[in-house]
């Protein structure tokens, strides 16, 4: 049913360029708020339902992004830069954008990183502890130069060493994935090829063929030889998709792990969404499922996805 179809990071760029009068964001809540925040002021976006939320999105709370960054900064006495991953909300992008700091996907964390580090700053990562910890591992960065940060803003690690400074948040949908998932496939399928999600387990990307971006995973699919075996790691429904788009090929999840906020996003409530819109347009009758992005939040966000884009388009 979809216009446009793509990883966070496409659709925060593709929203950005639409002049569509309405946007309707069939994910979760933060992803939304992306829209709204790149959109332009005629622009209205709406979620077909306002309950879909991303657990680790809501792992850190303002107040507590600000007293980490502070404690870094007196603690180091260096300069840092916060990168929050594309799944954080509209409160925490703005925290990052006013502290000078970029957003991040899972297609372009490592570049994103990268950029601060050769500038000699501190990078303050969040909210994926996995995502954080695996992209320090594609840098190079030793066990050393990595320190995680818990809630409680206490550090696990030699804060004087640090090169990232990662929070101690995850996605419960990959954190179910196991080296053993992996070795049970290899197991049953020798030429299988593993590919996970970085929000998985340090470990369980250490034993896979490739990681990457949901984006990433399906490009390596799609351009893979008809009669190839796959042993997919992130969200059940994406990997049955492809398996569906795909028959001739062999695509297997590592265990069926679901997103129970992304599913609440159905044919149903995206037809309602769209009859709101009927319904606005026709009897100017008031929208539901509208999000909104306060306009002081949304300045600091916009600077912090404006980033990410020119980071990664240089």
């Known amino acids: ?41 005629h622009q209205k976006v709406l979620i077909p339902e306002i309950e879909a939320r991303c657990p680790m999105a809501d792992q850190i709370a303002l107040k507590q992004a600000t007293e980490a960054f502070q404690k870094i900064t007196e603690l180091t006495h260096k300069t840092s830069a916060p990168v929050v991953y594309m799944n954080s909300t509209a409160e925490i992008k703005s925290f990052c954008g006013t ?36 992209t320090a591992d594609k840098l190079g960065l030793s066990a050393s130069e990595i320190v995680k940060i818990s809630p409680d803003l206490n550090f696990e690690g030699d804060i004087s060493q640090a090169k990232m400074v990662i929070w ?77 788009e795909f028959p001739q090929k062999t695509i297997l999840p590592l265990r069926r792990s679901i997103c129970s906020n992304m599913a609440k996003i159905t044919l149903q409530n995206l037809w309602q969404s769209l009859q709101t819109v ?25 600077l912090a996805l404006n980033k990410m884009i020119e980071i990664v388009g240089k």
């Open 278 to 302: 009927h319904s606005h347009l026709k009897k100017n009758s008031a929208l539901e499922g509208i999000v909104q992005v306060e306009e002081k939040i949304k300045f600091g966000a916009a």
């Open 168 to 244: 101690d948040g995850f996605c419960y949908v990959h954190k179910r994935f196991t080296t053993g998932d992996i070795a049970d496939l290899r197991s049953k399928y020798p030429n299988i090829r593993i590919i996970v999600h970085p929000e998985c387990d340090r470990k369980v990307v250490a034993l896979a063929d490739d990681s990457g971006s949901t984006q990433k995973i399906y490009n390596e699919i799609k351009n893979s030889p008809d009669g190839s075996v796959w042993g997919v790691g992130t969200e059940y429904h994406f990997v049955q998709r492809i398996a569906d």
């Open 99 to 134: 502290h000078g700091g970029a957003v991040c996907t899972s297609s372009n964390a490592d570049k994103i990183v990268r950029h601060f580090l050769e500038e000699g700053k501190i990078v303050f990562f969040a909210p994926d502890f996995n995502l954080g910890s695996n």
């Open 1 to 41: 049913m979809a216009d446009i179809l793509g990883d966070s990071y496409k659709l925060a760029v593709d929203c950005s360029k639409t002049t569509a009068d309405f946007i309707v964001f069939c994910g979760v809540y933060f992803m939304a708020e992306a829209a709204d925040i790149l959109s332009g002021s």
